[in-house]
Nanobody, 124 residues
Framework: QVQLVESGGGLVQAGGSLKLSCAASGRTFNNYAVGWFRRTPGKAREFVGAISWSGDSIYYADSVKGRFTISRSDVANLVYLQMNSLKLEDTAVYYC?????????????????WGQGTQVIVSS
């Protein structure tokens, strides 16, 4: 029902910034909360943050709070992850995912649709 594609990843120096985009298909995009997750080899998937259906509620993991900002444009079917003050430990493949109404989206659970990910590498 929903297809997601991430973009905007790349190589950046520590302290720099990147802006990731999550493009969604369908006219029902505003019926889903959208979360951002990241994964490094050999480690569990980490919940980065999420934005509600209306965009008026946003949650961030402690590791990125104050540095990352999530926003959405339902007209454009886009959700953004603005990453500032990047650290070496932010290096990961970043995924966006969609959670239906009534889910525990704010906890990072019950996400039904996932993108393929975009690589972010932070160098010293």
């Amino acid at each position: 029902q929903v297809q997601l594609v991430e973009s905007g990843g790349g190589l950046v120096q520590a302290g720099g910034s990147l802006k990731l985009s999550c493009a969604a298909s369908g006219r029902t995009f505003n019926n889903y909360a959208v979360g951002w997750f990241r994964r490094t080899p050999g480690k569990a998937r980490e919940f980065v943050g999420a934005i509600s259906w209306s965009g008026d509620s946003i949650y961030y993991a402690d590791s990125v709070k104050g540095r990352f900002t999530i926003s959405r444009s339902d007209v454009a079917n886009l959700v953004y992850l603005q990453m500032n003050s990047l650290k070496l430990e932010d290096t990961a493949v970043y995924y966006c995912a969609a959670a239906a109404y009534g889910s525990s989206w704010f906890l990072g659970y019950e996400y039904d649709y996932w993108g393929q990910g975009t690589q972010v590498i932070v160098s010293s």
